[in-house]
């Protein structure tokens, strides 16, 4: 099944990942980050992409957040990090370790 | 966008390489989309070509990678061509029938680096999925279905839909349920190769239909966000066509099992074409330059009624070898538009099945199983009467 924890609630302490049954990677001729799975294959903005290579299984929600307020003061990530971890996890892109 | 093979138009790459490796099979689904003259076509690339094949394909930009058939598994070297696949970036989809496949081979292709494995039934039922596949593949498919999972690939289960196992979707859904698959693919049948011959056989009814359509919903509902359910209804039902392959040499390249370079993996009947092969040239200028990926590529060489439609470009005309069959003209409309003059046709077949569907009189006809020793008759004409099973 893809995800067996599809009704668990995303808080700051969740661990995401990117699930073991997909793949992130640079693309050179596409100039962007995809995720691919089975058959299918999604090409990602440069913000989802800079919050995927923080989803090592390693860094919670609220390190991925803080690590990218440093690295982008100008911008609030929160609400796009939450939103889009949320779109992930739906998708079976990130399982929450 | 031109037509005319003219390299200075910009193309975009291609995303999607299928590597049909061969046309042998263990099974004979009467459904296979193969030509029914494979048996003229037995001189498969060697190790060497595909590998280079691989890389101009993934230079260009190519992303993901179908290993096919034919049953992909009886060529030896799959694990060498699985293993160059990922060093190279793909990711690998190795498409099979199990047969072939054994646990330990499961796990040596995992170590090669194969990204995901999709099994096909025939159908949910020992008996009736044996019986299409000409074999008994049912016990080692489910087998073979376990050892995926536990391997730790995510696992595609696909079966080809068609009137004889579409009264059982629930079946189908509930047996994709026990094996834990984490998507089900519940293909329709395309009416090419083996399957155009077959289509009185396999070409389901409106109530069949209606019925799957009621069933896969209630599962798609069911178990959203843990199986991921992909249905269409055949375009056979339908009044407008379906944008076949993205487009002609818009994101699909086929590499047939003797080298030929094809759109799509029917393209290969089609008259008019070169079939350039991948032994004479280099994938990038069959991609871009060759006559045959420009022949269908963008809207200048479509007729009426597609040239004045508002909605070419939303189905490009639909399929081109679907036109071909049907109509004897691949640059006609798809006759499953409804514009298309050919397109009532169509619609009284599939009703004039409809209609005797269940009887001795449609269902106690000859099937043509998927084989060699068939395709060889095909080949010399011999009546169907005397296909063998």
Redesign the interface.
């Known amino acids: 099944?893809?995800?067996?924890d599809?009704?668990e609630k995303l808080t700051l302490e969740v661990v995401p990942e990117v699930a073991?049954?997909?793949?992130f990677?640079w693309?050179?001729?596409?100039d962007c980050h995809?995720i691919?799975?089975?058959?299918?294959?999604v090409k990602l903005g440069d913000s989802s992409a800079e919050i995927l290579k923080l989803c090592d299984g390693k860094n919670d929600v609220g390190t991925i957040i803080k690590l990218l307020n440093q690295q982008y003061p100008d911008a609030q990530v929160d609400n796009d990090v939450i939103k889009f971890l949320e779109v992930a996890h739906?998708n079976?892109w990130v399982k929450y370790k | 966008m031109k037509t005319d093979g003219s390299s200075t138009n910009k193309v975009n790459p291609p995303l999607w390489l299928l590597a049909e490796l061969t046309y042998a099979c263990p099974l004979q689904c009467p459904y296979c989309s193969n030509p029914v003259e494979m048996a003229n076509y037995k001189k498969e690339l060697s190790t060497e070509d595909w590998i280079r094949v691989m890389r101009e394909a993934r230079k260009m930009g190519a992303v993901q990678l179908g290993f096919s058939g034919g049953e992909p598994l009886t060529r030896p070297d799959l694990e060498e061509l699985i293993a160059e696949a990922r060093q190279l970036g793909f990711y690998t989809n190795l498409i099979t029938s199990g047969i072939g496949m054994d646990e330990k081979r499961v796990k040596g292709f995992k170590e090669a680096g194969l990204d995901h494995i999709q099994v096909s039934f025939q159908a949910s039922s020992a008996d009736l999925n044996n019986f299409i596949a000409g074999t008994d593949a049912f016990e080692h498919k489910l087998e073979m279905a376990r050892a995926v999972k536990k391997h730790g690939y995510p696992m595609v289960l696909c079966f080809v839909l068609h009137r004889q196992n579409e009264p059982y979707v629930r079946e189908i859904l509930d047996l994709a349920v026990s094996l834990d698959a984490d998507y089900v693919e519940l293909a329709t049948t395309q009416y090419y190769g083996w399957a155009f011959h077959n289509k009185e056989y396999l070409i389901p009814t409106r109530e069949q239909l209606a019925n799957a359509e009621i069933v896969t919903k209630e599962f798609q509902e069911k178990l959203k966000g843990k199986m991921k359910i992909f249905y269409v209804i055949p375009d056979y039902f339908e009044d407008r066509p379906k944008k076949c392959m993205d487009g002609w040499g818009a994101i699909f390249l086929t590499i047939t099992p003797d080298g030929l370079a094809l759109p799509c993996h029917a393209a290969r009947q089609l008259p008019g074409l070169e079939l350039p092969s991948v032994q004479d040239h280099s994938i990038d200028w069959i991609w871009n330059d060759s006559p045959d990926f420009n022949k269908f590529r963008g809207l200048d060489w479509m007729k009426e009624p597609c040239r004045t439609c508002p909605e070419k470009e939303k189905d490009l005309g639909g399929c081109r070898c679907q036109a071909f069959m049907l109509t004897g003209d691949a640059t006609n409309a798809d006759p499953v538009c409804s514009k298309s003059p050919h397109h009532q046709e169509l619609v009284d077949t599939v009703e004039g099945i409809g209609k005797i569907a269940g009887t001795p009189e449609l269902e106690e006809r000859p099937i043509l199983f998927r084989n060699m020793k068939n395709s060889r008759k095909i080949i010399k004409g011999e009546s169907e009467s005397e296909l063998v099973k």
């Open positions: 099944m893809l995800n067996d599809v009704n073991s049954t997909h793949r990677q693309e050179e001729v596409q995809v691919m799975y089975p058959e299918g294959m739906e079976g």
